[in-house]
């Protein structure tokens, strides 16, 4: 098997059971993620709790399986903003030019200058720590990129034949963009919205560690992390478990990433 097959092979594997683990979290669990029995609690791994119980006796298991449905969710919702909002602006800065495109690049500049922690970590002081803030400010953190991808697209699409053929037969401007070049564009954008999937992933759980994601006691990877620091010493499953899954997590997208991308790449072909 060919190095990109077995990478595109492992990859849709881990991201695939990374979704189902999503999905079955949202609508079954082996135990209430949320119920706090302390007479179970700090339980190692083992009998009735595959993989131990918490400091509140929460079910290590369930409350993963929870988690990933969060992360699934945040992490789909953000990117399908940033991605309409990013190809949106990108098609219309790049087609219509003029003070159009200076004023959306001067503003799509300003964001990139920001690193997208410390940009969504600014948005969240004014959101508030809250699922929609997070989405909100996230979304908005990974827009500029995509403006500058999708822009870049389309100012080596908007003199090709087709494109002056569209404008001699009357077409309108917002005809052109729609019909003739955003389908031509969306190969990177789709190369794009992989690759940024993990990137928010792992920026949400970077959020809930620092306090500032999805408020307790609804689990995410990240605030499991933080609560088990004051317990590593007797507990290091609280630890290992949700860090597994966020590296086997990222792991999967990244080579899924990578087969989609070597899927788009003419160069790969054949490979």
Not at 98 to 107: A, E, N, P
Not at 133 to 155: D, H, N, Q
Not at 220 to 229: C, I, P, Q, V
Request: aromatic fraction near 8%; charge should be positive; glycine fraction near 10%.
């Amino acid at each position: 098997m060919r190095k990109h097959q077995r990478n595109r092979a492992i990859g849709g594997a881990l991201f695939a059971g990374f979704l189902l683990a999503a999905l079955l979290g949202r609508i079954w669990t082996p135990f209430d993620p949320l119920r706090i029995d302390l007479r179970s609690k700090l339980q190692a791994p083992g009998g009735a709790h595959w993989l131990g119980t918490d400091e509140f006796g929460r079910d290590v298991l369930s409350r993963l399986m929870a988690a990933a449905g969060s992360s699934v969710s945040i992490s789909l919702t953000t990117v399908c903003f940033a991605i309409l909002a990013g190809v949106f602006l990108g098609v219309l800065a790049g087609y219509t030019r003029g003070w159009t495109d200076r004023v959306i690049m001067s503003f799509n500049d300003a964001l990139l200058a920001f690193p997208s922690m410390l940009l969504a970590l600014a948005l969240l002081s004014i959101t508030g720590a809250n699922m929609y803030g997070i989405i909100l400010a996230l979304g908005m953190a990974y827009t500029p990129s995509v403006v500058r991808v999708v822009r870049g697209s389309v100012l080596s699409l908007r003199e090709r034949e087709f494109i002056e053929a569209s404008r001699i037969m009357g077409n309108s401007a917002a005809y052109t963009m729609f019909r003739h070049i955003l389908p031509n564009c969306m190969a990177p954008v789709i190369v794009l919205a992989t690759s940024m999937f993990g990137s928010v992933l792992l920026t949400e759980s970077a959020l809930s560690f620092l306090g500032l994601g999805v408020p307790p006691p609804a689990p995410t990877w990240g605030n499991m992390l933080a609560s088990a620091r004051p317990h590593m010493a007797e507990a290091v499953w609280l630890g290992i478990f949700p860090g597994l899954c966020i590296s086997l997590t990222l792991l999967g997208i990244n080579l899924f990433g990578d087969a989609i991308r070597d899927r788009f790449d003419p160069r790969m072909r054949g490979l």
